[in-house]
Structures are given as structure tokens and as C-alpha cells.
């Protein structure tokens, strides 16, 4: 059995894995869910210092604190970047790297940058003006007017991430993770929800940087919204347990 560690995505904390972990452990798999500093129940740590390095650092202390070896470090979303420089640092410890619905962006590359300009503005102009010029704001999770990431989540599933979702620190999503020259050659999977495998082998071909890595990896199709581990938790779970076995 394997030591999974289940790092969250932007505005979330270890509570988003509730319903992924029991799945988990019931497998046999020791589990670790990480809340990020200035997030959820670490709220209060937030501060315009905090960025993808802070949160890199988290999953490296998470990773030495506890002894772990031959880890299986699973990322969602925008955790995509500190669990990729984590594994960077320690790659002796990382057994395998499981992007969920991500991927690893090229050295140099900020979350931010992944987004349309569109989306890059919006968030701008939401720091300025309701984030002290720091913090990203929770989004208004409406699949009113996000229906594809939102997909197969219920209301109550909706008011219960929009209740516990705090405010993300924008430096996280603004400053790049600068990589090594040579990579660590880590067995990476990737989990699709919002794009299927098909889509990566396509936008490969055609040359994009930030999905060339990707179609060279395990690519598995988990088809619903962006929140797979609220909407498909059990599974979402399967799946883990079948890669790190």
C-alpha cells in the first residue's frame, strides 16, 4: 500500500479530500491531506509573502515530518505548480506525481499565465479591488455562469465550498516556479475531468508547451466538472488507489 499525500487546489484546505480519504484508507494506504499555508484552517498565516514557494515548502516539511518514502504526491488544480517544485526537491521520496485535472507547467511559467487574458484581468482587477491587492477572492461557484467546471456538483455540494473556501494569496498564482535545468524523471499520471486524453494528444502535437509533457504521461478520463472530489469522489478514490498500487 502506498503513503498518498492530497494537496488541494486554489481556495481550499485538507477538507476538500473528506469524502476521498476514507475511500483511501479503507484501501489500505496511509493519507495525508495538506492544507496550504494562508488557507482554510491556516487562514490566519496568510500574508502578501506567501506564494508557490511557502506552499512547495509545505509538502516538503509534510513529506520530512512524517518519514514518508516512495510517495504518491496528488495535486488538484493550481497545487499543480508546489506539488511539481516539491518533487523537484525531493524526488528520492516521490514515487509518482498525480496531476487532477492539471498538469505540470514549463519552468518560468506562473499559474496566472495558463489562464486567457480575459481571466488574467478578471483576477487582477478582483485583487485590487477586493483582495487588499494581495488576496484572490472566492470565485461565486454559479453554473450559471461557470456550468463546464461546475459540472455534477449539487447545491448543497455548491454552498458547502462556497461556505468553506477562504481567499487565495496571489502570489501563489503569480510567481513561477523556476525548474532545473534537468528535470527529475518522475512516473506522472494525469487525471482529466474538464479535457479528455484525446485533447492533450492533440494540443501536444500542435506544439503546445504546457501539454507536450502531459502526452508523454498516464493520462486517465474521469469525465465531470473541475471539482472531481466533490462531484466523483468515490471515483476519484479508485483511481488513486489503482495508481499507487
Not at 120 to 127: A, F, I, L, S
Amino acid at each position: 500500500m502506498a503513503e498518498i499525500v492530497l494537496v488541494p487546489g486554489f481556495w481550499l484546505g485538507a477538507w476538500a479530500w473528506e469524502e476521498v480519504t476514507p475511500e483511501l484508507r479503507a484501501a489500505g494506504h496511509d493519507v495525508y491531506p495538506l492544507t496550504l499555508t494562508g488557507l482554510a484552517d491556516r487562514s490566519a498565516e496568510a500574508t502578501p509573502d506567501v506564494d508557490v514557494f511557502t506552499h512547495v515548502d509545505d509538502i516538503v516539511r509534510l513529506i520530512d515530518d512524517n518519514d514518508l518514502r516512495d510517495v504518491v504526491l496528488v495535486g488538484h488544480s493550481g497545487a499543480n505548480l508546489p506539488v511539481t517544485g516539491a518533487a523537484d526537491r525531493i524526488p528520492e521520496r516521490i514515487a509518482r506525481i498525480v496531476y487532477v485535472d492539471a498538469g505540470p507547467l514549463p519552468g518560468g511559467m506562473a499559474v496566472i499565465d495558463f489562464n486567457t487574458p480575459q481571466t488574467q484581468e478578471e483576477w487582477r482587477k478582483q485583487v485590487a479591488e477586493q483582495g487588499d491587492g494581495w488576496q484572490l477572492p472566492v470565485p461565486p461557484f454559479d453554473p450559471a455562469t461557470d456550468p463546464d467546471n461546475l459540472a455534477g456538483l449539487t447545491t448543497e455540494q455548491l454552498a458547502h465550498i462556497a461556505k468553506l473556501a477562504t481567499p487565495q494569496p496571489f502570489a501563489t498564482a503569480t510567481r513561477p516556479l523556476n525548474r532545473p535545468t534537468v528535470p527529475p524523471d518522475a512516473h506522472c499520471s494525469v487525471i482529466a475531468s474538464t479535457f479528455t486524453p484525446e485533447q492533450v494528444r492533440m494540443l501536444a502535437d500542435s506544439g503546445n508547451p504546457v501539454f507536450e509533457p502531459m502526452a508523454g504521461m498516464d493520462l486517465l478520463h474521469l469525465p465531470t466538472g473541475h471539482w472531481p472530489m466533490f462531484s466523483r469522489p468515490t471515483e476519484l478514490a479508485s483511481l488513486l488507489d489503482e495508481i499507487a498500487r
